[in-house]
């Protein structure tokens, strides 16, 4: 059996686990640390793999739900893509951290693409909503500039680091509160609010 310092075990031996009773199979997963758990895991064992779901599977789904406002289904869509994501991408993983971190680092990138993707969304939606406004009576060079700062807000949107862009739009279009934001990119609340600073300041360059 290949051991690697620092973990418990590197794999599980399928073999020798074939030749264990269930229960001393149940308790050697039991004993195992969640780094070999994913490394086993890696070397397709699927006990180990559920051992992990039942370990993080309450935990994890109640941080999504403190750090998201959604509805149960979207919410579900999301879990399960976490859950998804790790599965696919099993051949990557390298213990460079503890599981837990790699594993919540999963589902924190999950959540800021779903953001991403419906701020995103959601503003364009606005604009157009401006662009059909704009186009009831009003004078074409009022209207020419009404595009033209559409245009550059969707410019300058794109152009914002994408550290500062991810705050913007977790704090302005999905609602989050600076702590969840600072919790889910791993910084501080000060941080998260330098770079909501300068994304307005950005952004109002625009309208000024």
Known sequence: ??????????RIDKKLDADLPVSAQNQSLEDSTDEALMLAYVNNDQLAFNKLYERYRQSLYRYMLRQISVSDSVLNELYQDVWLKLINSRQQYKVKASFKTYLYQIANNTIKDYFR???VRKIMSNLEHEEEIVDNGIAPDEKLAKQQLVVKFKQVLAELPQQQRDVFLLREEAGLTSAQIAEMMQVSVDTVKSRMRYAVARLKEIIE
Do not use: T
């Not at 059996?1 to 590197?10: E, N, S």
């Open 1 to 10: 059996m290949l051991v690697i310092p620092g973990l418990k075990k590197a």
């Open 117 to 119: 993707r419906e701020s």
